[in-house]
């Protein structure tokens, strides 16, 4: 009777004991329920499982945000400083960047690239030309000095022949950048030969990379005794590889009003194309040798005929191209 009262206070004893079992390690390694758990735990009954929050079954269009101040959220969208930002000189107390007790005296003052002056020299043509009428020697060169927006260009062209200036045309420019790769030039231009009247104009225009990498030149040109003038020039490098390049160029002059002395027509007076290929031993040395048909049209052809000229004429040259 003793045996079987004390197994049976065993048993009650172990029955009100179940639910403080030590927990176990994966019981451990949860996160503690929370303050109102613990609450609704109290009442005896068992709790449910935490469900995941479905937010695409909240309905948004019901909620109020008007109600809620952003004012104070920097949104970066604002392109500008606000009122209240420190002023980037208010603490130098008059100080530059050449003045002050810390300032060096042999320092000179701070300059971005388009603040400093250049300068450039392109013998772009100087060749031996050869016809079946004789040889002489033609030269295309410019020279520039100045900044990344403004420069002084001065330009010369023309031909050489018996020791002689044939024909020569001389430009002085000033240049001005309007886009990165374009730019509008104004200035003079004075034109010279042996056995001519010379002519002087003012010149304005473009100059520039059009797309596709074509060099472009278009200026229009304003003389005496109402002439009028206009020159198109336009050239291409072709790199056949880093050091043979192969130039294909064409140019053309129009006049507004004729003028004999000088054999000269109205309209289109004269055209050059043709192409050159050159070998760059560097970017500052390149000899090359082409052919180039020169034509006349119109009265030009027809002056040039009256005094025992060809209208047409194809050249073969050999020459340099130069820079510094």
């Known amino acids: 009777m003793l045996t079987l009262a004390s197994a ?26 929370t303050t109102m758990d613990s609450m609704d735990s109290m009442d005896g009954s068992t709790a449910s499982p935490a469900m995941p929050m479905d937010h695409g079954a909240m309905n948004h269009a019901g909620m109020n945000h008007g ?25 130098s107390n008059g100080y ?26 392109l013998m772009d043509r100087l060749e031996r030309v050869h016809t079946r009428n004789g040889n002489s020697v033609a030269y295309d060169t410019q020279g520039w000095i100045g900044n990344s927006y403004d420069k002084f260009y001065l330009k010369a062209e023309g031909d050489i022949e018996q020791g002689r200036v044939g024909d020569a045309r001389t ?29 002087n104009w003012l010149a304005f225009g473009v100059q520039g990379l059009a797309p596709y990498w074509f060099e472009v030149e278009a ?10 003038a206009l020159r198109l020039a336009a050239e291409y490098e072709v790199l056949l590889t880093q050091r043979w390049v192969l130039q294909p160029r064409v140019e053309a002059n129009l006049y507004g009003k004729e003028d004999p002395e000088l054999g000269i027509g109205r309209g289109l007076s004269s055209a050059a194309y043709g192409v050159r290929l050159r070998y760059e031993f560097s970017r500052q040395f390149a000899p090359y ?4 048909r020169n034509q006349s049209f119109g009265s030009t052809a027809s002056f040039v005929r009256g005094a025992g000229g060809n209208a047409g004429e194809t050249r073969l040259v050999a020459g340099v191209r130069v820079l510094f």
């Open 171 to 199: 430009e002085l420019l000033w240049s001005h950048a309007i886009t990165p790769y374009w730019d509008t030039q104004l200035g003079l231009r004075v034109d010279v030969g042996s056995n001519r009247p010379g002519r």
């Open 67 to 91: 109600g809620m101040d952003m004012g104070g959220m920097d949104m970066g969208s604002s392109s500008t400083a606000p009122a209240d930002a420190r002023d980037p000189h208010g603490y």
């Open 289 to 292: 040798v082409g052919i180039e």
């Open 96 to 121: 530059t960047l050449n003045t002050g007790p810390y300032a060096q005296k042999d320092t000179s003052a701070l300059m971005m690239s388009d603040m400093h002056s250049f300068g450039s020299f």
């Open 219 to 228: 200026t229009g040109y304003v003389g005496e005794q109402g002439r009028t």
């Open 8 to 33: 049976s206070m065993s048993a009650a004893l172990a029955q009100a004991h179940e639910g403080h079992a030590a927990p176990t390690a994966s019981s451990a390694s949860q996160p503690a329920m």
